[in-house]
């Protein structure tokens, strides 16, 4: 029964796939990059697939053994692909899509040396665009990833006792989240997405500025890795944001919660209440055919009007978005930025994340992860969205 | 003192380079990946670095914003560093250098581009040969990524309880990994190393084949990322391998040890002092000029001689290695493999593992990370090296 739905929803996916294929003129789709794998195949290999644009998907692995069926052919290297294609009648492609936003160079060249092709196209660019809009097999992974990540959160209070750092209840709320299914891994789009597991930040480090992609940095513990926790102790007044990836499946939730040590000061709650109304408002207006951008100037429009523009997503660095997508990777389409293009659709699955920062305090506001419906969105991850007093 | 060190030990690596460099006849190199970055600056940022064959290196910063000193260029894109450069009369590159085997093919042909430069290198090669020889300074960090790896082992069996799974007993090694200083993530070389925070195989999922190039691989908890424990039962009579990253600096140690649930058969008992002696061995004939490819067939001849070749570094599928280089990678160079045709020199840090896989048991060996010095290797994680039995 399992294996029938995985089938169907893979079936569903190459569709999509040739669809996009078809619209840029590609006639050849070649992937071997571990979440093009895992969204074609529902599996990561080393190896690749190709899907020509009219025809059965091939599947090329060199490991693990002991996979079976048809178009399945184990290779040792990928200069085998285009003799075993030619030899069953797979037309070369006119134009290949390899995945260049991905592979290294080296990668890019080898692959496109084994195909020839006269022209070529950008299969990153064609899988994020594809995978932007979610399937119901795939949607049924987040409800799972939401539940258990939202029975997670509710956990955290009990991880605090009185004295801990940042960093000793993050590793607390880690073994929380990996008791509860938590796989660990945690992938992200791009090469400036360092990051493990999520993030906690606690008081004055809510302002330091990191090198990474994310809406918020911290100075983290190592320069080799400047991000999140420190290692500040947790006082009274102290307000800390907990943003922990909820890859409890293979599609990861993305939830923001803030609790208090003891009491905040008034702005701080204000500033909280300011990011509770934003989400309310996107979710009166969201809904298929709302562009992404709009969003965005929505919710920057609330925080200026209420004089929190300079604390807005960030203070020394501010961030320049309010959302993004989500699925096999943290940061997938669209992302709710004013220069977007993209407009919301039935399927999509993103991030909503209004935040501020209050010097001297930490971070305040708001993440739930939402399904884009037909007739607007719908919020995946529910749990208690006032600050809590943890202590 | 720390910040002198630290301005010595980088220009001791950016001598090397420019050796390097001469050596292939480069002119320039341009760098942005986050471990070349780390290298080369002490620091991981959103940005590239450019070192002239001949004069000062250049830091081209994106964010965070903050960071001063000479040649610290604040830029928005890529695009800008040819006119700064050429304003400052830096001549631009014949021959460039950039990171093929690291950077996107998108990201490639954009730097190329910057530069435009008549001929190319590929700086991945470059950076992983430089990186081989550790620096004093790394060599520190190495020693002591290395003593807290070692205590944190000598406290696994207190995460023991009786009835746990494989994962329940990762999950509470993992906790104690943190609180004693793991930073946490984990960087490894190439496209096929998906991991988090190392592997904890038990029983017969020591057999169970994985996409990934590590030496041993384990069913994992999803086909998005089949590696590692699998939720197994601790039983009576399984061996339960523990290989966790040693980063407790950005220098990873990397350390094996086998722990039993009550008593193995004798055929793993044996396999573990055959691992021992090849150990030995290799303490006794490693020193700078040893080929590593006779290191590895010293290691695979004598798993011959005591008739374990079948389940030497595994059994339905085995590792081609025993031995690796480690940094601010757990893959770097060299490799022990038959076809390395490197040979050791002082200044390298490596991690030897001679492990089998006993059917119905589980896996049994050992692992540690040795410097090579003037005259030998000198082992950097120091720990109990018998099989401990935990109930």
């Known amino acids: 029964m399992i294996q029938q739905e995985l089938a169907c929803d893979l079936s569903l996916k190459w569709g999509r796939m040739r669809q996009a294929m078809r619209e840029e003129g590609a006639d050849g ?22 899907l020509p644009v009219e ?88 409800r799972i990833s939401a539940r258990r990540h939202a029975e997670t959160y509710a956990c955290i209070p009990a991880c605090y006792r009185p004295g801990m750092t940042d960093l000793e209840f993050q590793y607390e709320i880690e073994r929380l989240m990996r008791k509860n299914g938590s796989i660990g891994i945690f992938r992200a789009f791009g090469a400036n997405m360092d990051i493990f597991m999520g993030s906690v930040l606690a008081g004055s480090n809510a302002e330091v500025a990191s090198p990474f992609d994310f809406a918020l940095g911290g100075e983290g513990v190592s320069p080799s890795f400047p991000l999140g926790a420190s290692g500040v102790s947790l006082e009274t007044g102290t307000a800390v ?61 609330i925080a200026g009007k209420e004089g929190l523009s300079s604390c807005f997503m960030g203070t020394r660095q501010q961030a320049g978005f309010v959302g993004h997508g989500i699925g096999i990777q943290i940061n997938e389409l669209p992302v709710f930025f004013p220069r977007s293009k993209e407009v919301l659709e039935p399927g999509m699955v993103f991030a909503l994340e209004p935040k501020f920062v ?8 708001i993440e739930n992860s939402f399904l884009v419906t037909e007739t607007g969105i719908e919020k995946l991850t529910y749990a208690e969205e006032e600050i809590i007093d943890i202590t």
């Not at 003891?262 to 702005?267: F, M, P, R, S």
């Open 29 to 50: 789709c070649l992937l071997s990059v571990d979440v093009n794998l895992y969204y074609v195949t529902g599996r990561v290999y080393s190896g690749y697939f190709y």
């Open 241 to 301: 944001m907990v943003d922990m990836a909820g890859n409890f499946t293979a599609y990861i939730t993305d939830m923001t919660r803030v609790f208090s040590i003891g009491k905040l000061t008034g702005e701080a709650y204000r500033a909280h209440q300011v990011s509770l109304a934003i989400q309310r408002e996107v979710q009166q207006v969201a809904r298929p055919g709302v562009a992404c951008a709009d969003v965005y100037h929505l919710a920057a429009g």
């Open 55 to 142: 025809g059965e998907p091939w599947f090329f692995v060199k490991r693990p053994g002991g996979y079976a069926g048809e178009r399945v052919v184990y290779i040792r290297k990928p200069e085998q692909m285009a003799e075993i294609l030619a030899d069953s009648g797979v037309q070369r492609p006119g134009k290949l899509l390899l995945e260049a936003g991905e592979l290294t160079y080296n990668d890019y060249i080898r692959l496109h040396a084994v195909f020839d092709p006269p022209h070529t196209g950008d299969a990153t660019a064609l899988m994020r665009t594809v995978r932007r809009i979610k399937t119901p097999w795939e949607i049924a992974q987040f």
């Open 358 to 365: 209050i010097p001297g305090v930490g971070a305040v506001g």
